[in-house]
Structures are given as C-alpha cells and as structure tokens.
C-alpha cells in the first residue's frame, strides 16, 4: 500500500464531492429566484442519499466482480470492503478508499440531470425518482463500464472517468425526463433569464476546481498518468471555454461571461472519458471542437425541437460526453497509457466502433429504463408539481423557505 496514492485518492474524493456543491452554485444561478432553494435542496439531498445507498447496495452492485447485470450482492453494506488494496481496481490504495472516490461519481451524476427539470417536479417524486435511476440505470451501467466482469469493459470501451457512465448517462436521462415532463408553464411567453450570473460564475470555478479529482484521480494513484489527465483537463477546458466566447462574439457581437462559463463546462464534460488517453494536442481540438458542437446543440437544436432542458444538461453533458467518448477513440494513444488502447488516428479504427457501440448502449439503456422510472414514480405519487406552485415557485411550495429576505 502507497501513502501518497491513498493521499491522494482521498483528496481527489473531497474535490469530486465538493463539485455537487458547485453544480448547486452553477444550476441555482441560472434557475429563477423563487427556485434557487429548490435546486441547492436537490443536490444537497442527493449527496446525503447516495452516500447512503452507495456503501448499502450501489457499491456491491457497481464493482463487486461478475458478468451479470449487476456486479452482486456480496458487499452489501460494505462487507469485505476493508482497509487492504483490492488489486482489481486499485493495488496501492485501500479498498474503501476506492469505494469512497466511486461515491462521489454516483453523487454527482444523477445530481446532473436537475439540470432538466427545475423548477417543475414535486421534492417527493425527485427523491423517489433519483433513489431508483441510481440503482437501475447507474449501477448497472457503472459495472458494465467499470466493472470487473462488466461487458462493455470486456470488449475494450474506454471511459476514463465518466464519459459515458457519468455524462451521457446523466444527460440522456435528462433530455428523456424533460420531454415526458413538459415545458415550464408560461415558457414561451416570458423565457426566464438566470437570476444571479455570481452564483453561476462560483459554480464553474468549483466545478473546475472539483474537475481535477474528477479525472486526475482516476489515475487512483499520485503518478505520471494523474498529471496527464490533470494537464490535459485544464487545457481541454480553456480551449472550450475561449471557443463559446468567440462564437459568442462572432455571431451576437459580444461574448459573455455566461457563454465562457457553458464552454468551460461542456470541455470538462468532453475531457473527461479521454483524460487518461491523449494528450496535450487532442485536448486543444477536444475542447475547441466541443463549443461548436454544443453550441449548435442548445440554441438550435433545442428549440428546433421545442423541448425544455431548463438548464441544458442534455445539450451540454450529454451532446459534449458523446464527442468526448468518440474523440476517445479518435485520439487515444498508448504512448499516454500502455494499459489503454490507440484509437483511429493511430491506426486502430476498431477502437472508435468500440466506443461508438458504447456511446449506443448507454443512449439506449439510459432513455428506455429513465422513461420506465418516470412512469411508475408519476403513477404512484405524481412528478409535476401544480400549475399554481410553479408559478409560486418551490422554495416557498415544496420547503417553505425563502432564498431571499430583501427583494430588490
């Protein structure tokens, strides 16, 4: 065992729980100010929950090694998961200090998907509903992804730290869980601005901040590869960012702050699977490309198709987690990671097939079992809340509490 990778595995777990937070900030700056409550209660309830059922079933049923669906049962509650390495994930570090890094991943994904539905969902529901979409969508597709024994890790699919199992996971379910939702009432007659630009610049930063546990520390361990991932995030992210901020300035004029926040964000999103697999150069084109490609995503293909992705979780996370897992097959090189596989570019196009077959697989299982979820939450107990509520807003309709004492 290795004090410096453990060292460094349990700061990378603080940096990753500390990005939930931050997409509080960043999701309850761009919601209107009678729902900033409503969005901070909904990550802050999610990190309390699934920490809860990660160390009683989400870990067991995650890693735990086997071919099926599920990894098994034999961990429940953290049985057997002891102070040892386990050298199938992590030789160096004690097991539960790989189990706690993997929280902060099931922490943070279905906290993703708020993104889509603010601001129109009863807190009970949300809860009901994040509870089962952990369990029945994330874990099995962590295992499969992440597992030993899991099938897409068996035909060689390359994630390093989320692209499919967080992003586009995440993202898919959002697009799915705000089309079955419906518009926010009054949408198209007053479109609401984001109501505190601060708490959305906060946000970036923390999720920035947070980013380099996120990818860095899925080295889970203190070495040459964690700097990689590290150096590439940071440059993947200032290419997205600087590529909104022009298209920005050349199609509207002027660039915005909260274009070169989007930008930053969706060229995390994109960095993440590849991380562990290019370097320097492909995480420039990486990131340049991804604003494009995100752009086109949130403001014409969005109201193209008339959906409302309040906060555009689809169009960033799942759009940008879908060109950061095919790049991955693009530029992956095993001059950056002999363990991992060289994508088309370095002459091995059986790895983008790959990646693309993995990038299909999680669209499809995601929006099928999402939809499946949605449905028996809303026949049971009803998922939207009432007309007269939302328009009240759920600080006051779901908490009874008020953001804001002093209105301007």
Known sequence: MNSGDTAWVLISSALVLLMTPGLAF?????????NVLSVLMQCFIIMCVLSIQWVLIGYSLSFHPGEGFWGGLQWLGLKGVGLEPYAD?????????????QAMFAIITPALIIGAFAERMKFSAFLVFTLLWATFVYDPLCH????????????????????????????????????ILGKRTNLDKNAPAPHNMPFVVLGTGLLWFGWFGFNAGSALAANGLAVNAFVVTNTAAAAAGLSWALIEWMRNGKPTIFGVCSGAVA???AITPAAGFVGVVP??????????????AVTVIKPLFGYDDSLDAFGVHCVGGIWGALATGLFASKLVNPAGADGLFFGNAKQFLIQLAAVLVTVIYTAVTTFIIYKLVNKFIGVRVEEKEEVMGLDLTQHRERAYTILE
């Open 144 to 179: 499969w992804v992440w597992g030993t024994g899991g099938w897409l890790r068996n035909i060689g699919a390359l994630d390093f730290a989320g692209g499919t199992v967080v992003h586009i996971n995440a993202g898919i379910a959002a697009l799915v869980t705000a089309i």
């Open 267 to 269: 060229g995390l999103v």
């Open 26 to 34: 960043f999701y309850g700056g761009m919601v209107r100010r009678k």
């Open 89 to 101: 994930y992590a030789g160096t570090i004690p097991h539960q200090a790989f189990m706690i890094f």
């Open 283 to 296: 995480a420039i084109i990486i990131g340049l490309l991804v604003s494009v490609i995100c752009f086109i």
